[in-house]
């Protein structure tokens, strides 16, 4: 079984910083592309940035260069940096990756329980 953690959301004023952490645990070989996405209330699930395993990055136009991807492949991790935010990047956030436990298994996708953040004005 493998598992998503996240952790690091909360509530903060318009402005500030917050910094994100998933951790993926559990029967794993290697994990490829890792990232976040956010669901406001009402709305569709969204892509907010991922990330592959040699550091390529991709971002969601409302977030670049305000937000920032990384992760530790040592730690099996990513995370979310998160400056300037706005009330608008107001949701839950969800860390996904695509995590196999084998290498003659498929990669399969994965999802955290979310986490959230608030940001008021």
């Known amino acids: 079984q493998v598992q998503l953690v996240e952790s690091g959301g909360g509530l903060v004023q318009a402005g500030g910083s917050l910094r994100l952490s998933c951790a993926a645990s559990g029967s794993i070989f290697s994990i490829n592309v890792m990232g976040w996405y956010r669901q406001a209330p009402g709305k569709q699930r969204e892509l907010v940035a991922v990330i592959t395993s040699g550091g390529s990055t991709n971002y969601a136009d409302s977030v670049k260069g305000r937000f920032t991807i990384s992760r530790d492949n040592a730690k099996n991790a990513v995370y979310l940096q998160m400056n300037s935010l706005k009330p608008e990047d107001t949701a839950v956030y969800y860390c996904?990756?695509?995590?196999?436990?084998?290498?003659?298994?498929?990669?399969?996708?994965?999802w955290g329980q979310g986490t959230q953040v608030t940001v008021s004005s």
């Open positions: 996904n990756a695509d995590i196999t436990g084998s290498s003659w298994y498929s990669f399969i996708n994965y």
